[in-house]
């Protein structure tokens, strides 16, 4: 593929990364962390949109986990892989950066510029939280996608499975699923903790989710 085309799909790959942080961390600044239904659904119709239009130039992945999970399963190189998601990360710590310009900073403060953490439970536990929630979208991503068979519903299925984990997992560990969406707004507001929770946890789920689709679920499929 050439040059260009790559950097058509790493732009569209940002701009997802990008809208999924700022409208994710941004509703919960609004909210201020406290009206999980609406944090949900801003998640959800923000990736369903990022996914929807980028699907037909780069696939619609909008997060590392995704991609290591069609590098996994060889529907992508390493080089593809590597570029997307820089890509995704850079959008995602744009959008962080900027919710400092329209947001009142005490209302950011006090949520860590929506920025996900761990609550009430174990480190190893918000691991494997965001292992199963993560495993739960991807295995959407490919029954959505991924798959011929698969009905013809663009990003909102994915969006959906987003949106549910969140109501399930969201006061845990913020439910980020995603190490792009949760490092972005950390880079921004200078705070890393538990920071590799968010990308333990979404790689393994979403790796294991990729193989099990590709392994036995699409077995024997032309």
């Known amino acids: 593929m050439s040059a ?7 732009t569209v790959e940002a701009i997802g990364a990008f809208i999924l942080t700022f409208i994710g961390a941004g509703s919960i600044i609004a909210t201020q962390g406290a009206t999980l239904i609406v944090i ?10 990022a996914v929807s239009a980028a699907m037909n130039i780069s696939g619609g992945h909008i997060n590392p ?8 399963t ?4 390493v080089q593809h892989a590597t570029v997307y998601i820089i890509s995704q990360v850079a959008g995602a710590i ?3 950066y900027l ?10 403060k006090a949520v860590n510029w929506g920025a996900p953490s761990v609550s009430q439970i174990s480190i190893p536990q918000a691991i494997l939280f965001e292992a199963l929630m993560t495993f739960i979208l991807v295995f959407a991503v490919f029954g959505t996608a991924v798959d011929s068979r698969a009905p013809k ?6 969006g959906l499975a987003i949106a549910i984990d969140i109501m399930a997992g969201g006061p845990f560990t913020g439910a980020a699923m995603n190490p ?13 903790t538990d920071w590799y929770v968010y990308w333990i946890g979404p790689i393994a789920g979403g790796v294991i989710a990729a193989l099990l689709y590709q392994h036995v679920i699409l077995k024997n499929q032309s």
């Not at 260009?4 to 790493?10: C, H, W």
């Not at 400092?100 to 950011?108: D, E, I, K, R």
């Open 65 to 72: 986990a995704v991609t290591l999970g069609m590098l996994a």
């Open 74 to 77: 060889r529907r992508i190189s």
């Open 99 to 108: 919710l400092f310009a329209v947001f009142p900073t005490n209302l950011g």
């Open 180 to 192: 792009a969406r949760a490092i972005g707004p950390m880079v921004a507001a200078l705070n890393f």
């Open 153 to 158: 519903i663009g990003g909102f299925g994915i």
């Open 40 to 49: 949900a659904f801003a998640h959800g119709i923000a990736l369903a949109i």
């Open 94 to 96: 744009i959008a962080g």
């Open 4 to 10: 260009a085309g790559l950097g058509q799909k790493a």
